[in-house]
């Protein structure tokens, strides 16, 4: 629970890279934007994966090999 909401935790790695991230996110925050609106506001490229669609990033956690 983050902020009241009900939050699953994903990793999100990339092919090849020691790079990872965790994400926690919510599909009970109902926001009104598609796949333009997060890639107009930078956000990554994970939006793409189907089961993270209609969700909201309410927490995140980047980590590298240092």
């Known amino acids: ?3 009241g909401y009900k939050c699953d935790e994903y990793l999100v790695k ?3 890279k020691k790079e990872y991230s965790k994400v926690w996110l919510t599909k009970d925050l109902k926001l009104q934007a598609d796949k333009r609106t997060f890639s107009q ?3 990554s490229a994970y939006y793409d994966d189907p089961e993270l669609r209609n969700a909201a990033t309410l927490a995140m956690e980047s980590y590298d090999d240092k």
């Open 1 to 3: 629970m983050i902020a």
């Open 14 to 16: 990339q092919t090849g």
């Open 41 to 43: 506001a930078g956000v």
